[in-house]
């Protein structure tokens, strides 16, 4: 079945502004084997297997949220997008979507976020003293206040609407009005795009040291772990890992970051790569229009074969008065073959 042509690209469209240098581009990488981007089976299926979040009963989308009927600017495309759970955040709404094209080729992973979500949000305060009354389930529609990073953060866990050709599983989503250490203070989001099952992150305890080995070769180019060892890995999310070379870990301005992170989902001592993970300031998102594209270091393997992505980008919809954050340009890859249990 041929694509729609609509749908084939939005990149003639995007005012695509510089991207961040500072991580290597696919087409630099040269030691890893590609394949053609595999053409998965059948198009976007219904939601995941995983614990769906409770539907947001507020919001300019009604309690469902969008649905795939919706087009409205154009973006994400109708049609071919699934969409997820909306949850409440701020004074708006939040929603997950997977976008395929009708043979079933990844396009995107995304939130969608309502511009009004990015005011009324909780404070540290509002967090801390919510108790039992109120932010008490990530998987709920208020998520959950949980001490995150030294910190305190309103934490969601959002299926994504699930496609055959790519890992991805679910969105961790973190509002963090205070940051958190080692130099993001700014209130920012935290943005993970897992792919492990939600029980699986869900059980991660932290901060800790690692208990395994993370093979150099899993390590995306550029990147390095913390040199904080006995804190590297992170409740509900992992460890994490940065280029040294942003402008944040030198001095200069936090506003929208690419972290990598990795996990040890069998407890075999061998951990892989389990998150991708752009990390925006508030006030980035409130400024910002246009496209802002950018690249997404490569590892020299992964683990598995599947569809990855090779860019992240952080769109303004301004007929829908909404942000979109997606992972995108999916390249199939070799992987090492490991058995996941």
């Keep these: 079945m041929a694509d729609d042509p609509q749908t084939i690209s939005d990149e003639s469209q995007d005012r695509t502004t510089t991207a961040n240098k500072t991580t290597r581009s696919l087409s630099g990488v040269g030691r890893r084997s590609f394949l053609q ?3 998965a089976t059948g198009s976007v299926l219904g939601a995941s297997g995983q614990v769906i979040a409770k539907a947001n009963k507020g919001g300019k989308h009604g309690s469902n949220g969008r649905n795939k009927t919706d087009r409205s600017a154009g973006f994400p495309p109708a049609g071919i997008t699934e969409w997820g759970p909306s949850v409440s955040l701020g004074n708006g709404a939040a929603q997950t979507f997977t976008t395929a094209t009708p043979s079933g080729k990844p396009k995107y992973h995304g939130l969608y976020l309502e511009r009004d979500a990015l005011e009324g949000l909780p404070s540290a305060d509002d ?3 919510s108790g039992d009354s109120q932010y008490t389930d990530k998987y709920g529609s208020n998520g959950e206040a949980l001490e995150i990073h030294h910190k305190w953060s309103q934490e969601f866990f959002i299926p994504f609407p699930s496609t ?8 961790g989503l973190n509002w963090n009005p205070n940051g958190h250490p080692p130099v993001w203070f700014d209130p920012h989001f935290d943005i993970h795009f897992n792919m492990l099952p939600m029980e699986t992150v869900d059980a991660i305890t932290g901060p800790v040291a690692p208990t395994y080995e993370l093979p150099d070769r899993y390590i995306p180019s550029g990147f390095a772990r913390s040199p904080a060892v006995d804190e590297r890995v992170i409740s509900d999310m992992g460890e994490h890992m940065v280029d040294p070379t942003v402008p ?8 929208n970051t690419l972290i990598w992170g990795a996990a040890d989902p069998n407890d075999d001592g061998i951990a892989e790569l389990s998150f991708v993970e752009p990390m925006i300031t508030q006030s980035f998102l409130r400024d910002h229009s246009g496209v802002d594209r950018r690249s997404i270091a490569q590892p020299d393997s992964y683990a598995r074969p599947a569809n990855y992505p090779t860019e992240y980008t952080v769109r303004d919809v301004p007929n829908d008065d909404a942000i979109v954050v997606t992972i995108e340009n999916f390249v199939a890859a070799d992987g090492d073959n490991r058995k996941q249990s």
Aim: no cysteine; glycine share 10%.
């Design 164 to 171: 055959d050709s790519t890992p991805f599983t679910f969105l």
């Design 127 to 129: 967090l801390a003293t």
């Design 37 to 39: 981007t595999v053409v």
């Design 248 to 255: 944040e870990m030198n001095g200069g301005e936090f506003t």
